[in-house]
């Protein structure tokens, strides 16, 4: 299981912005397909973005699609989520995720489901208020 690191949660109000980071300590970002999950109490895990290895490929799940960006910086071993107009339904501890495969693979389309990664942080918590 790999190790992963996410920051930048908090509490923001309705309409605010947040940015989150996940950094892979000790491994190569660039060798893998990253993702963003979310989970809210009482609910399932759920997708939220993804990007390929180089960063040339992005997918969004519909919910936050115009208001997320995922982004990465690999010589930072850093991927990042620009979260703007931030809702109450965006309450959640959000989660980084690696590729299962380990390696850099070319998808035509990139995953969105939960058991296509790896997680190994703690996650970050994102509260929105109303």
């Known amino acids: 299981q790999v190790q992963l690191v996410e920051s930048g949660g908090g509490l923001v109000q309705a309409g605010g912005s947040l940015r989150l980071s996940c950094v892979i300590p000790?491994?190569?970002?660039?060798?893998?397909?990253m993702a963003w999950f979310r989970q809210a109490p009482d609910k399932e895990r759920e997708f939220v973005a993804a990007i390929s290895c180089d960063g040339g490929k992005t997918s969004y799940a519909d919910l936050v699609k115009g208001r997320f960006t995922i982004s990465r910086d690999n010589a930072k071993n850093t991927v990042y989520l620009q979260m703007n107009n931030l809702k109450p339904e965006d309450t959640a501890g959000y989660y980084c995720?690696?590729?299962?495969?380990?390696?850099?693979?070319?998808?035509?389309?990139?995953?969105?489901?939960?058991?296509?990664?790896?997680?190994g942080g703690q996650g970050t918590q994102v509260t929105v208020s109303s």
């Open positions: 995720a690696a590729d299962r495969q380990g390696y850099c693979v070319r998808y035509s389309a990139l995953p969105q489901t939960r058991s296509d990664y790896n997680y």
């Open positions: 000790g491994r190569t970002v660039s060798r893998r397909v």
